[in-house]
């Protein structure tokens, strides 16, 4: 991607667009000037495949601000290579500083995916395409502009607010952080229109991309998180009859052959099996660093030991609950011998290349939506048959018992404990705890956790001691810091507090 280095926060530059799946071409129309290109529904739709592809770049690390920082996963421990402390494993040991690169790549990817956004909005909105079209692309585009944002907002707490591109580079250095409440603001507008803008659903060869139900389905967790739960509630219920069912196996949520299917409300897609450079990677990511091929299935390769299942993670589960064999294995064979760490199962399939698995990433599943209608039902007026019923739901397709006679405060536990188990290694744990936590409290709980891996470590670490900032929780880590670089180049933004 080509970088006006003045200007980062922004990416005042076409970044280079993606392609992926059977709705997806291969057009780049950054290769052509801007001011030709947005001239028939047809480039529209290359320059919404463009936004689609950026996706990719910030699920294929999302995992470290999201499961990585909570008590759901960890790492298997390298102590003969430690250049990823400073990196990645700051996120797992909580000693993240403004210098961290992933926390810069998180913060560029996001912006750089939101002015192709707003450019294109504004092309949009002057063009005589299709109206049906035209309504559709603006829905898929506004929605991928609250996801983004809704991200940056849970991330970092107040973020630059950019919803227009700039005439000149030199805007850039006036902009400043605007607060959350405008920019959930922001959210909520544009998954409104969303919601009216797009289809229920598409024909066969637009299979995977933004519906009407992701719309309200996103919604919904925003007015969550706001803790605005009738709104919730309202909001969700309206996606209930929208077509969407558990699938009665739990494992066929990922399995690449049933991609975007009946649970699926929202997922970002790849593509293996090929050399387009769209494939996922995520066994490899995941597998224990010297499992080789005992878990990707491909020998003499070189896993990144990465999102290992915690000691506490692997308890959370009740007995017979048939979703930790599919999410998690405590151990892998090699050569004949049992070893006893542990992996994330969810994502290993068969695959044809080395290191390019099909496997989609789920961002909203049905499930998703019934446990937080359940939860949102409990928190504006009790817990009632209506929402015991979406919970059980969940848990009888998981092969467990119904849970009756909870009061409030045993149904709000009950629930984030099955977002837990249902959702594991799905990007939900870290903005779950926080939502329902105060700063405090979440470093509270976070230290509680720390003392017990700290203690009893779920991967041996060979002998080296943790260093004494490791696991040492504090309030302001509610949020990530402000990349450093983004606080040189513009001397008006702000540090967060604490860094």
């Known amino acids: 991607m080509k970088k006006i280095t003045t200007f980062l926060i922004t990416a005042l530059c076409f970044a280079q667009f993606s392609c992926k799946d059977d709705f997806l071409t291969t057009t780049d129309p950054t290769r052509i000037n801007s001011n030709l290109f947005y001239q028939n529904q047809t480039q529209f739709e290359q320059a919404l495949n463009g936004v689609y592809g950026q996706l990719q770049a910030i699920t294929n690390t999302a995992y470290l601000g ?149 719309a309200l389905s996103l919604l919904g967790k925003v007015y969550l998180t706001l803790k605005r739960y009738p709104e919730a509630v309202s909001t969700l219920k309206q996606v209930l009859p929208l077509g969407y069912s558990l699938y009665a196996n739990y494992k066929d949520n990922f399995d690449p052959a049933k991609k975007n299917g009946v649970e699926s409300v929202f997922e970002v897609q790849y593509q293996g099996g090929n050399d387009l450079g769209e494939q996922s990677n995520f066994v490899y990511v995941f597998a224990p660093r010297l499992s080789q091929g005992a878990v990707t299935g491909f020998a003499n390769t070189t896993p990144s030991g990465r999102n290992i299942p915690t000691n506490d993670m692997i308890a959370a589960y009740e007995a017979g609950d048939l979703r930790k064999d599919i999410s998690l294995q405590t151990s892998y064979t090699l050569n004949n011998v049992v070893v006893p760490i542990p992996f994330v199962n969810k994502y290993r399939y068969p695959h044809t290349i080395t290191g390019r698995t099909d496997n989609n990433w789920p961002v909203l599943r049905y499930s998703d939506v019934l446990l937080m209608l359940a939860e949102s039902i409990n928190e504006a007026t009790g817990p009632d048959a209506e929402s015991l019923g979406y919970l059980n739901q969940v848990r009888k397709r998981a092969g467990l018992a119904d849970l009756t006679g909870l009061t409030k405060e045993t149904f709000r536990t009950a629930v984030l404990k099955e977002r837990r188990v249902e959702l594991a290694f799905e990007n939900h744990r870290w903005f779950d705890l926080q939502r329902t936590n105060t700063p405090a409290q979440l470093a509270t709980f976070m230290n509680t956790y720390a003392a017990k891996e700290k203690t009893n470590p779920t991967v041996a670490r060979g002998g080296i001691a943790f260093n004494a900032l490791d696991y040492v929780y504090s309030d302001f880590e509610y949020f990530l810091p402000i990349p450093a670089p983004q606080i040189l180049i513009n001397s008006k933004l702000t540090q967060n507090p604490g860094y």
């Open 66 to 214: 999201q499961e990585f920082m909570s008590d759901n996963t960890t790492l298997d421990f390298n102590p003969l290579d430690r250049g990823g402390a400073a990196g990645w494993e700051a996120f797992e040991f909580s000693t993240v500083n403004p210098g961290n690169g992933e926390i810069a790549a998180l913060w560029n990817n996001h912006y750089a995916a939101m002015y192709n956004i707003n450019y294109a909005l504004e092309k949009l909105a002057a063009s005589t395409i299709d109206a049906t079209a035209k309504s559709a692309i603006e829905g898929q585009l506004k929605f991928i502009r609250a996801f983004h944002y809704f991200n940056l907002v849970r991330y970092f707490g107040d973020v630059i607010l950019a919803t227009k591109t700039l005439n000149n580079p030199n805007e850039a250095f006036d902009l400043v952080k605007s607060p959350q409440a405008e920019v959930y603001k922001q959210i909520e507008a544009d998954l409104k229109d969303a919601s009216t803008l797009l289809p229920v659903t598409y024909p066969a060869a637009g299979k995977g991309r933004v519906t009407k139900g992701a």
